[in-house]
């Protein structure tokens, strides 16, 4: 049977009808591409404080959805981390509004490099979308201001009952830690990241792009970051230490430990953290009792922690540990005298009272030999370290060449930090001057602190070094740096002993 004739291939194409097909999906990542080369960088702004200047629907005139504000509320409850690429909200501007010499960060990761946005004039910004985060925050922060000042009231009303019960007590206990939370939850909560665009070159052609940008929820589409995996963890890790008895809480929180290193085991980084008992449990149970002072500094950050673990943690880990752990002691229940008492003896002795000098060293070791079930809770310190950080930073960032040296260089403006501080706790504790010792259990706790913080930041004469600052972000960095310098000088001296001329 003889082979069928093919056609022969003439060149001409079929004549096509009608207009040509659009891939929807490929247009999409078009203008996506297009929208990205118009990003300049990105900052932060305090989104609660430029509400009025903030400028929405100018290109996606989309109402208000009230399940979606609600549903935004309700993971804010989880934690609000939004120095990130998927919560950040897009701005549209004209770069020159930028004041001269800001410059803008690429991307969020590192959060610590992130500038504040400054412009040079008070006029709008024009925010591509984010309403219902904005929606969410204001309704958000709203709610737990309310909280607070429900909760402040009903603690001053205990503090000011003359022998309260120990129910009342107890329940002056349980809200002071639930307004530490809270005050956590409010700290810098409308500090929020920005990712910028360029005006100019987003509607250069037009407001497609814009239009876009708008309307696009890939380009923020939502990925948890390592600091809410790493907080997440230590949350757990805490609940369980807390929820343990006295001696079994250690082993209980690194069994806890154990558990979230086999869970999270394909992350590199976050893992190189985990496998650091001491950083973990330092983090866990002691700055997360501490508020939100501690959370937002780089301890908190995993980028941070895994590059400092190669370099003095294990030290820097114990020193920290040893100022918490004096927080503690200058918390005690234990008794102890008044702070009117105490600075009157300190005077008889700097006066030259030999009897009074006895009280005073005594008194300065009952504070060093607090035991371990004697100490307080880490966690009173939460509504005021933030302040008691800034007068150590402002007293004695000047002379910390000179840090615990008994001499006027350093003295003198220690002096100086001691009244600030002394002050501060006064007044957040309401400590006044008609306070009368012996009516309220909880205000004679809080005056003993007093007193013990007095003689702990007064120098002692028959020593040869004065007493450092109290723990927070300033004696933090003072510590890190002190361990850098003696690491490089480490290094120095061995790369002399391996030279041979």
């Known amino acids: 049977m003889p082979p069928r004739r093919t056609a022969k291939a003439t060149g001409k194409k079929r004549a096509t009808t009608g207009a040509p097909k659009i891939d929807p999906g490929k247009e999409t990542q078009k203008l996506d591409s297009q929208v990205s080369k118009c990003k300049a960088g990105v900052a932060w702004i305090d989104i609660l404080a430029t509400i009025n200047t903030l400028k929405f629907g100018t290109y996606n005139d989309r109402s208000e959805n009230e399940a979606e504000t609600v549903k935004l509320m309700g993971s804010f409850k989880g934690g609000i981390v ?9 701005i549209i501007i004209n770069l020159k509004r930028i004041k001269p010499g800001l410059t803008l960060a690429p991307d969020f990761t590192n959060p610590e490099e992130v500038p504040q946005l400054e412009l040079s004039d008070g006029n709008e910004i024009i925010v591509a979308s984010g309403q219902h985060r904005l929606a969410a925050l204001k309704r958000y922060h709203g709610g737990l201001k309310d909280e607070l000042t429900a909760l402040t009231k009903k603690c001053a009303k205990i503090k000011e009952l003359k022998h309260p019960s120990q129910d009342r007590i107890d329940s002056y206990n349980a809200m002071r830690l639930e307004m530490s939370e809270i005050l956590g939850q409010l700290e810098g909560i409308g500090k929020w990241g920005v990712t910028v665009y360029n005006e100019v070159k987003l509607l250069e052609k037009g407001d497609t792009l814009a239009t876009h940008l708008s309307r696009n929820s890939t380009l923020h589409e939502y990925k948890e970051t390592e600091e809410e995996v790493l907080m ?31 869970l999270h085991a394909k992350n590199a980084r976050l893992q190189k953290v985990l496998q650091q008992d001491g950083v973990c449990m330092l983090l866990a149970t002691r700055f997360l009792r501490l508020g939100p002072h501690f959370r937002r500094r780089h301890e908190f950050k995993v980028t941070w922690l895994a590059k400092a673990i190669d370099v003095n ?9 040893m100022r918490c752990t004096l927080l503690c002691k200058l918390a005690s229940k234990k008794a102890f005298p008044s702070y009117k008492d105490v600075n009157s003896l300190l005077t008889k002795a700097k006066a030259g009272d030999a009897a009074a000098a006895i009280k005073v060293k005594a008194l300065r070791e009952s504070i060093a030999d607090c035991e371990p079930k004697d100490e307080g809770d880490l966690s009173m310190w939460a509504e005021v370290i933030s302040a008691i950080d800034t007068h150590a930073a402002t007293t004695l960032e000047a002379v910390s060449g000179f840090m615990e040296e008994m001499s006027p260089t350093y003295v003198s403006p220690l002096s100086t930090y001691r009244d600030q ?3 501060t706790l006064q007044q957040k504790w309401g400590l006044s001057s008609r306070f ?37 972000g300033f004696t933090l960095d003072y510590i890190w740096s002190c361990l850098t310098r003696v690491q490089l000088g480490i290094g120095e001296n061995m790369t002399l002993r391996e030279y041979t001329p």
């Not at 890790?237 to 690194?254: E, F, P, Q, T, W």
């Open 82 to 90: 939004p120095m990130k690429d998927s919560s950040a909200i897009p």
């Open 232 to 262: 997440t963890i230590l949350k757990e890790i805490k609940k369980v230490y807390d929820a343990a008895g006295n001696d079994k809480r250690m082993s209980c929180a690194l069994e806890k430990l154990n558990e979230m290193r086999v």
């Open 313 to 321: 943690m294990g030290l820097y880990v114990s020193l920290a540990d």
């Open 436 to 472: 009368e010792a012996g009516e309220n259990e909880i205000l004679d706790h809080q005056d003993s602190v007093v007193a013990r913080v007095l003689l702990q930041l007064t120098p002692d004469d028959t020593t040869a070094q004065a007493p450092a600052p109290l723990l927070g």
């Open 421 to 423: 501080v002394i002050k």
